[in-house]
RNA sequence: GGGGCCGUAGCCCAACGGCAGGAGGCACAGGAUUUAGGUUCCUGGCAGUGUGGGUUCGAAUCCCACCGGCCCCA
């Protein structure tokens, strides 16, 4: 290409097959796994993707972050591992296969192949040889060995839990299929049922997953740390117990504000626990169970909308309350959920907005215990949650409501009745899934013996070939169905078994992938151990924010145990994080209703990969929302052009070869911006400040420009240093073009491997800069001065100013402030 | 209802508490090149930082309130 050539506008989509096939020819990517390999190792993580059909505009967004990094620290001469997988078992591939009477392997592994295909066009430096898929036999196998570890540590347990269930459909729903109480696909109402269920106990390490944050602060968004620690919601109180009227037992309820409990005029059950059940006096069970029909129906944010009308059902006993001795009578509620705390709590309407539009709906009392300076809540109808001094409350009469939460946790200890208690808002993790398309848990359950483990010498339990309406919901795991699959024979006794149907949630897949990267064909094991030890933690870990919660702390609770099985040797899975904002267009996330998708296969095809990557990063800092609607790609075609334009002048000047000219013999002016944007651009990588270090860039293609038109030409060998720096630092973010100026400016591919250029420290300082002269904090005049200037002489300097002089007026000098070499402030009396 | 983030030219975005000659780009206008309204190169205007207080020698930046938008929990 030479500047004739491209007289007309760059098109960088010309050059793409061609590197394309030559990069596929070179091993550039790979990691190193020898211990011996000096290099630093860096491991850089992109979230992997889920194969529901080609990548989108996201995808484009995310993987040109991630690779700009990755390719960073090639450049920098890291050991680079920056591999990519699938994220491969999930309900849409069922889906699909009920609907083309297929296999959902079928799917899945198609689509993966399109996604590898684009991968490869969008030039992404993976290391292709650690790809792995989740629902390879050979992945999930061990992902079924780490189930049974969890079991054998007591982590993973069988235990009734509510779902979402639709009567019609015959099938459990997440939470987010469930529309306003509603089936997502039919549109009948849901209902909650109770089903036997896999957990895992992750609430044995709620109180390490929010320790552990201190690490991360600083490394991770500070709002998905936020996220987490409102997750995981540790609150402070205490434990009382109540007894209740003809029963033994006393029921305990967990209470954040014990220091109101001389204010419990009621006592209230969730209507659809066993608890309430139990307590329920003979005459009320027809109007308890009508009443818990109607509860079923709502889902868990339905039933705690503070709009809603509180309703709720008398069950005919009573609870003594345990410091004043006070018959309070006991209601069932939907409010209140079964599966928090004890599923019952003490009502204080005085003092919690709930319980109070309940006491106001039901005519229960109201008594203030705390006075707070505010109206009275039984007359205002708003209760006052907030601090004050407490009232007709005995012994805590007098005392602050922190004086007297700690005053009541020892009355009720001393006497027995109650206890300082932690709650947590993290429920344990249920994993059961009643579908095909995941991992089977490897349990069968045998007459004799009941539960029994799969021994790892039978692992992988690998699914049945179903297929097609095999796979249609029936009431039960399409698994159930496989009957031949199902009999089995108890590993301990070996009589008849049946083997568990369903299988495990997918973010158990997720949990621990990163892993399996350090040694993926590894066969003794999830992962090599020392492999891990080499490679982990991961440094750099990139993906949507999307994953802020669910996926990032199970990971994190995965590494945890794995810390305590001493299997590896970190405790918190991504030292860094980056969650790049969402793709959207005209102001609104894409989709299909509101028909504002834009499809990146043809964004590709329309503007070429590298102004496409270009875009995305360019458009806004990486954790920001891009619309694509404010975006054009053209520009950065254009600018692409303007750095072939510079590579093809200092191709065409004859002088010039590469390595022949000393770049000090050029341009001085030229060779400091260059120098000086080497300097930036490295530090705003690092700092995943992409789109400015991309204005960067630009800044220095103009200087390049400049040079070249106003005189010493391309054959100046400051132009060259230019071009050569623009063109290795350029390959972050748009390979193709930077390889192909590469070769223009006479190297060997790949720019990959050319190493990350350095900035000259005599090039970057600068010997003089421009002082500002304030007066009274106002700009009245600028100086050129050293960079080395004192204080004193940049003072005495100010101070001789004439327009600062003028601006004074005749007033005097109250005091000058100096920071030099940049600012003199002179304030006036 | 609770918690958090964000408001800078027509648009996307920069600015360790210190010059808004706005870093960069889009769009727009003008000029040069040109058969060309296309390409390339050059030049230019456009905001005073959502509003009102406060802290400070000095505030887009820190604090408070309000307005508007977004996110998480409910």
Known sequence: MTAAETADRFDPRAIQSKWQQRWAAMDIFSADDDPADPRPRTYLLDMFPYPSGDLHMGHAEAYALGDAMARYYFLRGHNVLHPIGWDAFGLPAENAAIRNNTHPADWTYANIEVQAASFRQYGVSFDWSRRLQTCDPDYYKWTQWLFLRFYERGLAYRADGYVNWCPVDQTVLANEQVIAGKCERCGSEVVRRVLTQWYFKITEYADRLL??????????????????????????????????????????????????????????????????????????????????????????????????????????????NPVNGERIPIWAADYVLPDYGTGAIMAVPAHDQRDLDFARVFGLPVRVVLDTDSPDPAVTGVATPGAGTLVNSGPLDGLSKQAAIARIIEILAERGLGRGAVNYRLRDWLLSRQRFWGAPIPIVYCDGCGEVPVPDDQLPVVLPDLRGQELAPKGASPLAAATDWVATECPKCGGPAKRDTDTMDTFVDSSWYFLRYC????????????????????????????????????????????????????????????????????????????????????????????????????????????????????????????VARVAADVAAAPAARAGAADPAAGDPDLRKVTHRTIDEVTRLVEATRLNVAVARLMELVSAARRTIDSGPGGGDPAVREAAEALAVMLS?????????????????????????????????VQDTVVCVVQVDGKLRDRLEVPASVGADELRALALASAPAERALAGRGVRTVIVRAPRLVNIVSS
């Open 732 to 764: 972050l973010f748009a390979p193709y073009t930077a390889e192909e100026c590469w070769e223009i400016l006479g190297h060997e591919p790949s720019v990959a491997q050319a190493g990350w250029p350095t900035a000259d420290p005599a090039l970057v």
């Open 211 to 320: 320790a552990d944050m201190a690490a991360l602060e600083g490394k991770w968004p500070d709002r998905v740390l936020l996220m987490q620690r409102n997750w995981i919601g540790r609150s402070e109180g205490a434990e009382v117990a109540f007894q209740i009227e003809a029963r033994d037992d006393p029921v305990t309820v967990f209470t954040t504000r014990p220091d109101t409990l001389y204010g419990a005029t009621f006592f209230v059950v969730a209507a659809d626990s066993p608890l309430a059940a139990e307590l329920c006096a003979p005459e009320q069970q027809s109007a308890l169970s009508d009443y818990v029909a109607e509860v079923r129906k709502l889902t868990d944010i339905e039933r705690q909308s503070a709009d809603r009308e509180k309703t709720g059902v008398f069950l005919g006993r009573h609870a003594v």
């Open 519 to 642: 040694s993926p064909s590894f066969e003794h094991g999830p992962f090599e151990v020392e492999a891990v030890r080499r490679w982990s933690p991961v440094n750099l870990y990139v993906g949507g924010v999307e994953h802020a919660i669910l996926h990032l702390l199970y990971s994190r609770f995965f590494v945890k145990v794995l810390h305590d099985m001493r299997m590896v040797d970190f405790t918190e899975p991504f030292t860094a994080l980056v969650n790049q904002g969402q793709v959207i267009n005209h102001g609104k996330a894409m989709s299909k209703s509101l028909g504002n998708g834009v499809n990146l296969g043809e964004q590709l095809a329309a503007h070429g990969v590298d102004a496409i990557r270009l875009t995305m990063i360019f458009a806004s800092p990486p954790e920001d929302d891009i619309d694509w609607a404010d975006m054009n790609p053209d520009a950065l075609v254009k600018f692409l052009g303007r």
